[in-house]
C-alpha cells in the first residue's frame, strides 16, 4: 500500500501533473499524509522488532496527526471546490461529498483501532482498513480516470478495496474464516461508499454545496455536470 502511494504521487511530479508551486495549505497536506504513510510502516516495524513500548508512544503521536490530517482536508477540498477547479472527470458535488465521507470513515476507523488498542487482532485489522481509504487517491492517480468517466471515482474506490478483501482471504486460508474485524471494517467502507452516493444525489448534497462554495468561483460551476478537460496541461495541487 505504501508503494502504491508514493508511485502515485511521485508520478504525478515525473509527468509534470503536479507542481511545487502549491498553495502552502496543499504542501502541509501532503506531508501530513505522506507523514502518515511513514508512521503506519514505522508503526509496523516496530511491532516486528518487539518494540512495543515505542509503539504505543507513536500511537499516541498518531493520533494527534490523524486529527491535523481530517482538518487539512478538509481544508484543502474546500479550497479546490470553491475554486472550481475540480478534475473534470468528476462532478464537483460529488468530489466534495466523497472526500468528506471518505476522510470521515478513515477517522471513524483509526478511532476505532485506537479504541480497541489492547485487542491486537481487532487494532491492526481497523487501522489497515484506515489505510485503504487513504490508498483510493492513489488510484485515482495511476488509473485512466478520463477514460473511466463517468465511473472514474466508483472504479478507484473499488480497486482499493481489494486490500481489505486480500487480507480477508489470508485469515480464511490461515484461521479458517475470517476475523470480525474485517467484517465491520469493510462494512464502513462500503457504508462509506453507499451514503456518498446516496447525498450526492439528494437535495442534501446540493445544500452542502450550495453552502461551501457561496461567493466563490465554485458556485457558478454545475455541481452535477462534468467541466470540459482543461486547454492546458492538467495540474493538481493548484488550490
Known amino acids: 500500500m505504501a508503494v502504491i502511494i508514493a508511485a502515485a504521487f511521485s508520478i504525478q511530479v515525473l509527468t509534470g501533473r503536479s507542481t511545487f508551486a502549491s498553495p502552502a495549505r496543499v504542501h502541509v497536506h501532503a506531508v501530513l ?44 477540498v474546500t479550497a479546490i471546490v470553491r475554486s472550481g477547479t475540480v478534475p473534470y472527470f468528476i462532478q464537483p458535488q460529488h468530489f466534495l461529498i466523497f472526500d468528506f465521507i471518505g476522510i470521515s470513515t478513515f477517522a471513524g476507523l483509526t478511532v476505532a483501532a485506537i479504541l480497541m488498542r489492547r485487542r491486537t487482532e481487532w ?9 485503504t481509504i487513504l490508498i483510493g487517491p492513489a488510484f485515482g492517480r495511476l488509473l485512466p480516470m478520463p477514460l473511466l468517466q463517468p465511473w ?8 482499493a478495496l481489494l486490500f481489505p478483501l486480500a487480507g ?9 474464516c475470517a476475523h470480525p474485524a474485517w467484517t465491520w471494517g ?10 456518498t452516493q446516496a447525498v450526492t ?15 466563490s468561483p465554485g458556485s457558478a460551476v454545475p455541481p452535477l455536470e462534468f467541466q470540459p478537460p482543461p486547454d492546458g496541461p492538467l495540474l493538481t495541487g493548484r488550490s
Request: hydrophobic share 55%; glycine share 10%.
Open 201 to 215: 444525489y439528494s437535495p442534501v448534497g446540493t445544500a452542502i454545496y450550495e453552502t461551501v462554495t457561496r461567493g
Open 168 to 176: 480477508m482471504r489470508a485469515d480464511i486460508r490461515r484461521r479458517g
Open 123 to 131: 487494532h491492526r485489522r481497523l487501522h489497515f482498513c484506515g489505510m
Open 152 to 159: 472514474a471515482w466508483e472504479a478507484s474506490f473499488m480497486v
Open 186 to 195: 469493510v462494512a464502513a467502507i462500503l457504508g462509506s461508499f453507499i451514503l
Open 33 to 76: 499524509f505522506m507523514g502518515w504513510v511513514a508512521i503506519y510502516l514505522t508503526q509496523n516495524a516496530l511491532v516486528s522488532a518487539g518494540r512495543i513500548d515505542l509503539h504505543r508512544k507513536l500511537g499516541w503521536i498518531a493520533a494527534g496527526w490523524m486529527v491535523a490530517m481530517v482538518v487539512s482536508a478538509l481544508v484543502v
